[in-house]
């Protein structure tokens, strides 16, 4: 009895069970709400080497990369490591023709080769601090919404100003829990990063679209940058005399791999979720926004396509945005079949109903909460009208690329034309336009924006009533009845905007007289049309009702709360940083289908078809293969691991963050989820949703043995 008794302990004790946890959790509060969790699933390390203020932590190696994306210090040197997709636009920017380095890859052999990248900058949390009570001092229940906004907005001031006195450092206060809640968050910036490496495409991007947002994965999906900072360790621009920057704490890396069941967690900048709507706001997005941004988007990308394989440098001028139209097409696509599956607004529904019921069920509870569901419910109807509106005005109109840059010459003509300003302000905005045409053009290929255009125009007419769209571009269309080709040619043929040499022309022997060109102009009309539209007819609206939204929407969180005592809630990710953790694991996407947690470089040599862009094998990845010279990056079963899927629940911008294992070494790249579980950032599903990583092994093996950059791994920490 005893030694069964016993058995049964250990048997409890080896048999974790597998619990994924939702939520994108506050590093600061870690030790308080998850650490006993986390520890219980493996995790050897403290929440205090997680983040701490006093000490070195691991927080000090974690960056906000450019806008969107994470990165995260992998040596002492400050090396650093993000997703090829992070670090895309500028891979590209430093390619052309003559030096593909998207084709091609690029590696710096020593520090000289590095890149710099203007406009590119990363930022380190100093250290965040809860100031809610602060941020809502003289706030009061009966104040009007505005009142409260400014209030707090005056004490938000006040809190920034005095976090980053006397400092180079930046402050930020942000709402958390719709605005029950402020974090303070000091941060520190560095604007001279430069590119070291970057596998060829047919790595960093194998698979491509056809394969992202999908399992099994096998993108090397990885690419290199430095810090570099002046002779006091400390941020500065861009300048030839400055140095690789030396952090207060980088991340060891370790060679152990990862097996099914074990703890890991993410660390990372995820961008936006919305856990806590209304089941009113999900249909909205789900039925009512998604559907023709989906279509829309595809016939963008159809057009995209067809140009891109007939001409290289098409290709590489719309590599980049080709990439940016389809990943949020494809997105859509599976959280609208994943909120279906879920059957997520039922879900809600029944929420909705419990919790009217318990607000019903005290006065007090009915005077707060009582009209809450009621009242989402006629203000999402009419917001559902408007943003179908908007969702035309933003992926239709705007997906013609003319037509947004054509709007930015009302500026020019306005200032021509205004008598009270005098000749600088005019010199001022060509100059800059002349710079933005630069870059523009660059990238543009008017054939293929002139068939967007038609393509777009006959989407539009053909699903939206006419009293919904601007007027003056419905009269427009008239002469052309439902020939869009015509249309379009005529507008892409007479108008400036479209054509390079004819922009120059205007902007470099520009006269005030020369503000009718402009303003006759059939693109810029057509823009001016759209903008207003939006502006007059649709913003207002919108913004009365996104006020009185997000009003209720702090009062049922809070309402939320209290109705559900039990329940850990999370805030929704607003792109400051965050823990998520999980396991290592496998999933069963569909009945009868079942999905390892990982994938094998064999995968990549099935998926290879020379045909097909995407699928094109790098022949120095083949050569290695064969010869299975794998050194110490292989498996102890002696595949060379690819990527690996795990239950942390991420979003947008977790690109890049680091996938770190019990010891806190880093043992993968986030960079993706899986198509079944898009619709984690509406609504989580345990089964189904998985974070993809790159797992590391691939990433060295990649650097040092097929590009030859094994300098780079000697300077990084390696665990064996
Ligand atoms: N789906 C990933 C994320 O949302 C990767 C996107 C980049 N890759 C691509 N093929 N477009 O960012
Ligand atoms: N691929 C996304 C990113 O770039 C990550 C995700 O949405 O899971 O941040």
């Not at 084709?103 to 380190?124: C, H, I, K, Y």
């Not at 679209?209 to 861009?238: C, Q």
């Not at 302000?425 to 523009?440: C, R, S, Y």
């Not at 294992?661 to 898009?678: K, P, Q, Y």
Request: hydrophobic content about 35%; aromatic content about 12%; overall charge negative.
């Amino acid at each position: 009895m005893k030694r069964f008794a016993s058995l049964l302990i250990v048997f409890l004790l080896t048999f974790r069970v597998a619990y994924p946890v939702e939520g994108m959790w506050l590093p600061l509060l870690l030790e308080q709400l998850n650490e006993p969790e986390m520890k219980s699933m493996g995790m050897r390390i403290s929440a205090e080497d997680i983040y701490s203020i006093n000490k070195s932590s691991l927080k000090d190696a974690i960056l906000l990369f450019g806008r969107g994306c994470t990165a995260e210090i992998i040596s002492d040197e400050g090396l650093i490591l993000t997703n090829h997709h992070c670090g895309y636009g500028q891979i590209q920017r430093h390619s052309s023709l003559e030096n593909d380095y998207l084709t091609t890859g690029f590696w710096a052999m020593d520090r000289s080769q590095e890149l710099p990248n203007p406009g590119l900058s990363v930022t380190l949390l100093v250290r965040m601090e809860d100031v809610t009570r602060r941020a809502l001092e003289g706030v009061t229940p009966d104040m009007s919404e505005k009142a409260r906004e400014e209030k707090i907005r005056a004490n938000i001031a006040g809190i920034e100003k005095e976090a980053v006195e006397g400092t180079h450092y930046n402050a930020r206060v942000r709402p958390f829990y719709y605005g029950n809640e402020y974090y303070l968050f000091v941060t520190e910036t560095y604007n001279d990063v430069r590119l070291v490496g970057a596998p060829p495409s047919n790595i960093g991007k194998f698979g491509g679209d056809t394969d992202n947002w999908m399992w099994p994965r096998h993108t090397g999906d990885f690419s290199l940058f430095r810090i570099y900072v002046n002779k006091n360790n400390e941020p500065a621009d861009y300048s030839p005399d400055n140095v690789p920057y030396r952090p207060k704490s980088h991340l060891p890396i370790s060679l152990k791999g990862a097996e099914k069941g074990d703890f890991t967690f993410v660390f990372g900048y995820p961008g936006t979720t919305q856990e806590y709507l209304p089941s009113f706001a999900v249909e909205m997005i789900t039925a009512h926004e998604n559907p023709p941004a989906i279509r829309l988007r595809g016939k963008r990308l159809d057009i995209f396509d067809n140009y891109m394989n007939q001409s290289d440098l098409v290709r590489i001028q719309y590599s980049a945005k080709h990439a940016g139209v389809a990943n949020y097409w494809k997105k859509m696509i599976g959280e609208n079949r994943g909120i279906k599956r879920l059957d997520a607004i039922s879900k809600k529904q029944q929420l909705e109903q419990g919790f009217m019921q318990w607000a019903s069920a005290t006065p007090e509870r009915s005077a707060r909460y009582g009209r809450i569901i009621p009242e989402f419910e006629t203000i999402y109807n009419r917001l559902t009208e408007l943003s179908v509106d908007e969702t035309y005005l933003i992926e239709g109109a705007l997906g013609i690329e003319a037509m947004r840059f054509a709007y930015a010459f009302g500026r020019l003509a306005g200032a021509a034309k205004d008598k009270s300003k005098d000749g600088a302000e005019t010199e001022k905005i060509i100059a800059q336009l002349k710079q933005a045409a630069e870059g523009f053009f660059k990238n543009y290929h008017a054939p293929l924006d002139q068939r967007v255009f038609a393509a777009m125009m006959q989407d539009w007419f053909a699903h939206q009533e006419t009293v919904r769209m601007p007027a003056g571009l419905v009269k427009a269309s008239i002469p052309y009845g439902t020939n869009y080709d015509r249309w379009a040619s005529d507008a892409f043929s007479r108008s400036i905007f479209a054509n390079e040499a004819a922009t120059m022309d205007l902007l470099n022997g520009f006269k005030s007289r020369h503000a009718r060109h402009i303003e006759n102009d059939p693109l810029y009309l057509l823009a001016r049309d759209v903008y207003q539209h939006y502006f007059e007819h649709l913003q207002p609206e919108m913004e009365k009702l996104y006020a009185r939204r997000d009003s209720l929407q702090r009062i049922y969180m809070l309402g939320l709360m209290e109705y559900q005592p039990n329940r850990r809630f999370y805030p929704d990710a607003n792109s400051t940083l965050r823990v998520s953790y999980g396991q290592v694991d496998d999933y069963y996407p569909r009945d009868a289908v079942h999905y390892r947690h990982y994938t094998t470089l064999e995968g990549i040599i099935e998926k290879e078809d020379p045909e097909i862009y995407d699928y094109v094998i790098e022949p120095r990845l083949k050569e290695l293969y064969r010869q299975r010279d794998y050194g110490r990056y292989a498996a102890p079963d002696g595949t060379m691991r690819i990527a690996f899927i795990a239950s942390n629940h991420t979003t947008g911008g977790n690109s890049g963050s680091p996938v770190l294992n019990a010891d806190g070494h880093l043992i993968g790249v986030n960079f993706d989820r899986n198509w079944e579980g898009t619709m984690s950032d509406l609504m989580y599903d345990p089964d189904q949703c998985r974070n993809i990583s790159l797992d590391i092994r691939y990433c060295l093996f990649i650097i040092d043995k097929m590009a030859g950059a094994g300098h780079l791994v000697q300077e990084m920490t390696i665990i064996e």
